[in-house]
């Protein structure tokens, strides 16, 4: 997918028609625009038919910009009616002695990017990381959206956990609105006097609805049926149960990116085992049509209990059924297309059942329905409702 960049506009131009962003709602997401496709990304998409966005990145320093190959662009509109601001702050910036002057430049940025837009007021301003960032400008109303409960994620964010309490405390005093993406932070808001409400993760059904028409992936030689796995690989899998799977014999297909702490050669010395590392998002659904199960093999640490792993409806949505670890999220979703077992003997065998069933069209067509239920269409009109 292309993105309309206009990047060769200077901050006065962007703002030279103020009446085309009034009404503008602030997205500080806890996910750059370039990274890839995270809830508040899919958010901000889907509203911006109604409500002009400001789509503000993690803040990052110009060194990690360049290292990672990527422009310093501040402020740039991407789409009609989409602007997103990279904020650059100090080096060492969660560095304790540097976090409160850090934290103080990013809303300043934020200011003078809203100002560069023609607003002095903004419709609401919404929080999608571990940032008190409310209070950057005036907000008819202020939202924290809550897509994982940072806390218990310290460790795996490299963060103070005491640090993320006094920001999550704030967070809690500041906000107006509290949404959620599961039922797990449903309950933990709510023990700072709020009455959370729960918008679940969704999945993109119009990019994974046609995956049958795609392309064989050149780089998939492993003999069918594939199960697979998608996204971001670190300690939140459990390697056991993805080891067992591949002891049955079954072809395993991993694709997305690892963290360095995390090794897969216990995994990847296998021969029907093959990790292609990270893909762009656009070409995820090549890969979809590769495999004919999709995994999500989960451990039931404190994070991921609160967390809504897109990957298992996202499965749905490709026709795929999905074999996963029972997280709450998965027993809201309530779904007989996704088969939750808790340990790697039962979560491999139900994978090499699957695989030996094989798809239909009936079966693929009753995934993608299951999916259309819980389509991010559906879930931004859930959030547009809150704003207005």
Same mark, same amino acid.
């Not at 002095?120 to 409310?134: G, Q, T």
């Not at 409960?149 to 509290?178: H, P």
């Given at each position: ?60 320093? #110009?060194?990690? $910009?360049?290292?990672?190959? &990527? %422009? !310093? ?5 991407? /789409?009609?009616?989409? @602007? ?18 850090? #934290?103080?430049? $990013?809303?300043?940025?934020? &200011? %003078? !990017? ?5 607003? /002095?007021?903004?419709? @609401? ?18 939202? #924290? ?8 994620? !310290? ?5 103070? /956990? ?22 797990? #932070? ?8 709020? !009455? ?193």
């Amino acid at each position: 997918m292309s993105l309309l960049k206009d990047e060769s506009q200077s901050p006065a131009d962007i703002g030279s028609n103020p009446s085309s962003w009034a009404g503008l709602v602030v997205f500080c997401a806890g996910t750059s625009w370039d990274t890839g496709w995270y809830p508040e990304k899919h958010i901000a998409t889907r509203i911006a038919s109604r409500f002009p966005v400001l789509y503000v990145d993690p803040p990052t320093t #110009l060194t990690s $910009v360049l290292r990672a190959g &990527r %422009r !310093a662009s501040g402020l740039r509109i991407v /789409r009609p009616g989409i @602007a997103v601001l990279t904020p650059i702050t100090l080096p060492a910036a969660s560095w304790r002695p540097m976090r409160s002057a850090s #934290l103080a430049l $990013v809303k300043e940025h934020v &200011r %003078r !990017a809203v100002a560069a837009l023609g607003q /002095r007021r903004v419709k @609401a301003f919404v929080v999608s990381n571990h940032e008190n960032l409310f209070g950057s400008v005036p907000a008819d109303r202020s939202i #924290l959206y809550a897509t994982d409960n940072f806390v218990s994620g !310290a460790e795996l964010m490299g963060l103070s /956990r005491d640090y993320l309490k006094v920001q999550e405390n704030a967070q809690a005093r500041n906000a107006d609105t509290i949404v959620v993406v599961t039922e797990e #932070l449903q309950t933990h808001w709510s023990k700072f006097g709020h !009455a959370p409400v729960l918008v679940p993760n969704g999945c993109d059904t119009e990019r994974f609805r046609d995956v049958d028409a795609e392309a064989w992936p050149l780089d998939v030689d492993l003999p069918r049926p594939i199960a697979g796995v998608f996204g971001h690989l670190s300690e939140r899998i459990d390697l056991t149960f993805l080891e067992a799977t591949a002891d049955r014999g079954v072809s395993l297909l991993l694709v997305g990116s690892r963290k360095p702490s995390f090794s897969l050669e216990s995994l990847t010395a296998r021969s029907n085992v093959r990790y292609l590392g990270p893909k762009p998002f656009e070409s995820m659904t090549g890969y979809l049509r590769a495999i004919d199960v999709g995994l999500t093999p989960y451990t039931q640490s404190e994070f991921n209990r609160a967390s809504f792993p897109m990957k298992t409806i996202e499965y749905l949505a490709a026709g795929r059924p999905a074999v996963a670890t029972s997280l709450p999220a998965v027993k809201w979703l309530n779904s007989e297309y996704i088969t939750s077992k808790d340990t790697a003997s039962d979560f491999a065998d139900a994978t090499a059942t699957l695989l030996r069933r094989g798809r239909s069209e009936e079966l693929s067509r009753n995934c993608r329905a299951f999916a259309q239920k819980h389509s991010w269409r559906v879930r931004a009109e859930q959030f547009a409702a809150l704003i207005d």
